[in-house]
């Protein structure tokens, strides 16, 4: 009896709920530097870094409605002052209230009439005030037991938290060096291939950074799976609110020549770099040989040779 083998290749893949979006694009978010004028050759590197931030700043909302504007401030405050108290035993933690709005509230009061509709007439209710409180901190899990301090206040609304680093410009003057040392090896691997000398050609240089913080790379999807079931038209069919996830989407690093801290588990500022050399070889100029030539009376063209 003759046996028969088949060999498979299996392929692990990991990706995730991501693919429930069918229409899922990801924008260009790259950084592009250009020359005006085409036709000439171009060189480019394009470098990037991901650098962790240094600290935090954290920005909650709140809102107090009261029917009195002594009321509403006495209200607003004792729920900040929960969150003040908590701050200020932590050294290493600045609290700022931003004062964001201050507006009166009003409601319909309905005007009865004996011969005629009724009449719906605004009138003061009470007032509405709009805080916000900016919370600067340095360890990243201080925000765990910060949104449980402001949840005991009730405040629930955070609004964002901003990404600072103390060292962007160190990172761009690296990102800068590490650029032009690839930019030099590859001119001189197009002179080698090209056979060009490199006094005989006009260079143009363009640079430019840009950066990107976390709060611009969140992306939201809904993972789930409709039904395949046929029904009829008269059937009644109750659906259910899906989840939207929001997710971090940084810039992918697949369009540069190198990335330096290429390995992130953490949202981070990304700054990008190019920089780019036009190549013009200089054209020769040709002497060119004037030939003047005499009309006489007769209407006979002579050839002068002057110089000749």
């Known amino acids: 009896m003759g046996w028969v083998v088949f060999a498979h290749t299996l392929l692990g893949q990991v990706s995730g709920n991501i693919n429930y979006q069918t229409q899922l694009r990801f924008s260009d978010q790259n950084i592009h530097i250009g020359f005006q ?18 600290s935090y700043v954290a920005i909650f909302n709140v809102t107090q409605v009261g029917k009195t ?32 709005s201050f507006v009166p509230v009003y409601e319909y009061e309905v005007e009865k009439k004996i011969f005629s509709k009724k009449t719906y007439n605004e009138v003061p209710k009470g007032f509405e005030l709009k805080k916000n409180l900016h919370v600067k901190y340095a360890d990243p899990d201080f925000l765990n037991t910060l949104i449980a301090k402001a949840a005991e206040a009730e405040i629930y609304d955070l609004v964002r938290v901003d990404y600072i680093s103390d060292s962007l410009e160190q990172k761009k003057r690296e990102l800068r060096e590490k650029a032009k040392g690839l930019l030099l090896q590859k001119v001189q691997d197009h002179q080698e291939l090209q056979g060009v ?54 810039i992918m690093d697949k369009e540069f020549d190198f990335v330096i801290n290429p390995v992130i588990v953490e949202p981070v500022i990304q700054v990008m770099y190019e920089v780019k050399l036009r190549i013009k070889r200089e054209q020769k100029k040709e002497e060119t040989k004037k030939e003047y030539f005499l009309i006489t009376p007769a209407g006979e063209v002579k050839n002068l040779r002057i110089g000749g």
């Open 37 to 54: 004028s085409p036709g000439e050759a171009v060189i480019s590197v394009k470098g990037m870094s991901n650098v962790e931030a240094d």
């Open 69 to 100: 504007t002594m009321e509403v401030n006495r209200l607003i405050d004792e729920r900040i002052s929960r969150i003040k108290s908590f701050t200020e035993s932590d050294p290493d933690v600045v609290l700022f209230v931003d004062m964001v």
């Open 197 to 250: 000398d490199s006094s005989a050609v006009e260079r143009d240089v363009v640079d430019g950074f840009r950066v990107v913080y976390p709060v611009e790379m969140y992306k939201s999807y809904q993972a789930y799976n409709n039904s395949s079931l046929e029904l009829k038209r008269s059937a009644k069919v109750s659906t259910v609110d899906k989840t939207t996830t929001l997710y971090y989407q940084p």
